[in-house]
């Protein structure tokens, strides 16, 4: 009786650090014991600062999975040394969008192998400003060769310089003490021309030249003005005196018509020789040649009223 309950007590313990056993790998593995999950690696050259395991695989901002392992890996033949990092792509997270149908382990491997053909590529990218971790971001780059380093490239997707690690190389690459030293150099150069007395003196006659140019706007706007105003007297004037000359011409032909008839009246009194009518007959030929000439101007004038500063076309001015 006591031998059966001693082994039904060992049989107990036997069941129960078996069921023990189980949960603890369970456990341990993360709940993924029994998952098809795709185990890939990504080897960075430069520094991994802020990305830890558990940190997030994505795929332009979709989560793929996570980080399983960083490690050191050093290689004795050149002395380099590179951070392989292994992550775990979820079994859920690539489908096939042509099917509701679940995709095999190697149906899955064979779409991250095209992926990777057209370009797929991971890098570190800053998760967290505030806490500075990192993660990992997966997204296509066609135009970057695809360098693989590790014993399965099946299984390896290959990576880019984080924009930090690009941003620091292009840096380096920069001459600064030769870009410092010129700088500096013309900062020297300019200073020195700046303190040179001939810089004083070409400020000093730029000044006076730009307040003599100011007078002379200034001047120039005045004369302008003369010149509108002196146009605009012009104008009236020359409507006045194109208004005026004809009825003063008129006056002058009456009067001239009377003159001849009083002339022709005392030729008929006097005699035709005599030194009266002679006399008359001089004045009657130089009053009508000038009451031409003054139809002539006045004509002159009608068509043209600024003849009266220029004067007649061809003549002296």
């Given amino acids: 009786m006591s031998q059966t309950r001693s082994s039904v007590a060992v049989g107990g313990f036997v069941l129960g650090g078996?069921?023990?056993?189980?949960?603890?790998?369970?456990?341990l593995g993360g709940g993924n014991l029994f998952s098809d999950d795709l185990e890939y690696t990504l080897i960075f050259d430069g520094s991994v600062s802020g990305l830890s395991v558990g940190a997030p695989v994505v795929f332009r901002g979709v989560p793929l999975g996570a980080v399983t392992r960083i490690q050191l890996q050093a290689n004795p033949r050149d002395g380099s040394v590179s951070i392989p990092v292994s992550v775990r792509i979820n079994e859920s997270a690539i489908n096939d969008a042509s099917s509701t149908r679940k995709l095999s382990e190697e149906q899955r491997m064979d779409i991250l192998g095209r992926l990777v053909q057209r370009g797929l590529r991971g890098r570190l990218q800053l998760q967290s400003?505030?806490?500075?971790?990192?993660?990992?971001?997966?997204?296509?780059?066609p135009d970057s060769p695809a360098l693989y380093r590790s014993s399965d490239?099946?299984?390896?997707?290959?990576?880019l310089p984080s924009p930090i690690d690009q941003l620091q190389r292009n840096l380096a690459a920069l001459p600064l003490k030769e870009l410092t030293a010129t700088f500096q150099a013309t900062l020297q150069r300019v200073s020195d021309i700046l303190a040179s007395p001939d810089i004083e003196r070409a400020i000093t006659q730029f000044a006076d030249t730009f307040e003599e140019?100011?007078?002379l706007?200034?001047?120039?706007?005045e004369t302008q003005r003369l010149i509108n105003q002196t146009m605009t007297n012009f104008s009236q004037a020359s409507g006045v005196a194109s208004q005026e000359l004809p009825k003063a011409l008129a006056a002058m032909t009456t009067a001239m018509n009377s003159f001849a008839t009083v002339a022709n009246s005392t030729q008929a009194?006097?005699?035709r020789d005599?030194?009266?009518?002679?006399?008359?007959?001089r004045l009657l030929r130089e009053a009508t040649a000038a009451m031409r000439s003054l139809r002539s101007l006045a004509d002159t004038i009608e068509r043209n009223p600024e003849s009266l500063l220029k004067g007649r076309p061809g003549g002296n001015r």
């Fill in 153 to 159: 490239p099946t299984l390896e997707i290959p990576t």
């Fill in 269 to 271: 009194l006097v005699g």
């Fill in 217 to 221: 706007l200034v001047a120039g706007r």
């Fill in 18 to 27: 078996l069921l023990l056993l189980v949960i603890g790998i369970v456990l």
């Fill in 213 to 215: 140019a100011h007078h």
């Fill in 129 to 141: 400003l505030i806490t500075g971790q990192y993660r990992i971001e997966l997204d296509f780059y």
């Fill in 274 to 281: 005599s030194p009266a009518v002679s006399e008359l007959r």
